[in-house]
């Protein structure tokens, strides 16, 4: 057996300047990727950015050209038996006896592991209990992908990956499945998830890695990533024509507030309590009431958009 228990120490996964090509397109170039354990990362990128590739690389079903993948401290390829008993692997649809009953099919996966988790409590917290005889292929799309998210994770794995977890499923299911990784996390599991969705890997992930051509173009926590260089936005409404020369010299140097329609008004930049504050002392010094007074964070999709110069699918 390998290094298994020396594995403990290493990082869930680790990708050293990784690259894949398909013939003469390079969907992975160069990736550097650390996951830690116990953390939940999320690759982002748009579609072709490379994800699935990264993702199959650590499980093993795809040699990388070059660069190294350690998943548990372990080769996926050469250590496969190891490495597979100790993921987690959420797979499309693939694998199901289409006539087999989700509940049966549930416990099968768990049979294979020496300390399973209780398929029942399992089904329960994906909102499956009502589907246990169902055969699998009259369960719905939502209800098929949420069972091969109970597999992937019913044998207790150290770590999981999830290629999209919730992509088609309902809101309430949504929030069953992040609930889940929560959980997991919680325990001491590691997740790496791909998604297009924005809000759940704002709200599931520890670290963010954007990935575009294969590369990364910005990676760090959601709030690092939202506010790094960000331009902040803070609108209000008053009189039209006033004479913003006095604010202007009242806020710190680099900012211009301006008039963008009559009696609308836009101080553009890192707009801190002490900016707010200015504003609204400089109001009350010329004795106007600001109204519809609103600051906008920078979202994740605008940073998004402005490194990958594309939309997320939604
Ligand atoms: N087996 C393959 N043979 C040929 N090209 C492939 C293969 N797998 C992936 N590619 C190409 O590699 C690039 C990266 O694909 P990948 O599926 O990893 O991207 P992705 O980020 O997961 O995209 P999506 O969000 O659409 O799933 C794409 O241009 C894709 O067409």
Redesign the pocket.
Known sequence: MTSGASGATQPAVRLDGVTKA??S?T?VDGLELVLERAKVLALL?P????????VEMCEGFVRPDTGSVQVLGLDPIADSAEVRSRIGVMLQGGGAYPGSRAGEMLQLVASYSANPLDPDWLLRTLGLQDATKTPYRRLSGGQQQRLSLACALVGRPELVFLDEPTAGLDAQARLMVWDLIESLRRDGVSVLL?THLMDEAEQLADELVIIDHGKIVASGTPSELTTRGAEGQLHFSAPPNLDLSLLQTALPEGFSPRETTPGSYLVEGDIDPQVLATVTAWCARIGVLATDLRVDQRRLEDVFLDLTGRELRG
């Open positions: 398909f013939g397109i969907a990128g579609n072709g950015a490379g994800k699935t590739t990264t791909t």
